[in-house]
């Protein structure tokens, strides 16, 4: 059972928005910065937001990321069909003398 | 540019210790705020994250899993190793070697982070 809670899955059509949320607690990312993690089918996870909401040189802008209390969204605008993949989040956690702790992750389908 | 890459054992029999090693290029595990760390993923896809050694040779361990990992980093090999002990079964995963670094304007071990993974080993554990 991951620490952090996501859905299981979400889904849209091509050209929709659709929101990934990340559910923690006070001492994770009620504290900490929260980062995204992209895993297309067969690879390995790719950095898509850090520090919250920025993104990498290379991310589109279509990918965004905001915080609030101890839970974070992770929001993809313009959805295409090379989004579909599993998106993890991720935060610090300063229980236990600190330690990171990933979400479950969450598979888009882009239908 | 920033590349890693895992290598190890494909297959360990329960009981065995683990040893894999991280090779990596582009930047060197001695310069500060950079560090290198280890996630692996389950077979049912959930991440977890291992160890981490800094430039100074801090490191962090897993709560869980403390007891039965050490890693240690070899600057001159631009090399970082994951040993763990008592290999069991639900060990059987894909384990990342990740580089890691210091956010900007920030200070401690919460101000690292993972922005390049290697290509992942994926590790039986089977009689």
């Known amino acids: 059972q991951s620490v952090l809670t996501q859905p299981p899955s979400a889904s849209g059509t091509p050209g929709q928005s659709v929101a990934i949320s990340c559910s923690g607690s006070?001492?994770?990312?009620?504290?900490?910065?929260v980062y995204w993690y992209q895993q297309l089918p067969g690879t390995a996870p790719k950095l898509l937001i850090y520090?919250?909401?920025q993104r990498p040189s290379g991310v589109p802008d279509r990918f965004s990321g905001s915080k609030s209390d101890t839970s974070a969204s992770l929001a993809i605008s313009g959805l295409r069909s090379e989004d579909e993949a599993d998106y993890y989040c991720?935060?610090?956690?300063?229980?236990?003398?600190?330690?990171?702790?990933f979400g479950g992750g969450t598979k888009l389908t882009v239908l | 540019q920033i590349t890693l890459k895992e290598s190890g054992p494909t297959l360990v029999k329960p009981t065995q210790t683990l040893t894999l090693t991280c090779t990596f290029s582009?930047?060197?595990?001695?310069?500060?705020?950079?560090?290198v760390g280890w996630i692996r993923q389950t077979p049912g896809k959930a991440l977890e994250w291992l160890a981490l050694?800094?430039?100074?040779?801090?490191?962090r361990y897993s709560p869980s899993l403390k007891s039965r990992l050490t890693i240690t980093k070899d600057t001159s090999k631009n090399q970082v190793v994951l040993t763990m002990t008592n290999m069991d079964p639900v060990d059987t995963a894909t384990f990342y070697c990740?580089?890691?670094?210091?956010?900007?304007?920030?200070?401690?071990?919460?101000?690292?982070?993972?922005?390049?993974w290697g290509q992942g080993t994926l590790v039986t554990v089977s009689s």
């Open positions: 991720a935060a610090w956690d300063d229980g236990l003398s600190g330690h990171w702790v």
């Open positions: 050694i800094y430039w100074d040779d801090d490191k």
């Open positions: 006070s001492s994770n990312i009620g504290s900490n910065y």
């Open positions: 582009g930047f060197s595990v001695s310069t500060s705020g950079v560090g």
């Open positions: 990740v580089h890691s670094v210091r956010g900007k304007g920030c200070s401690g071990s919460m101000c690292y982070f993972f922005d390049y």
């Open positions: 520090r919250n909401n």
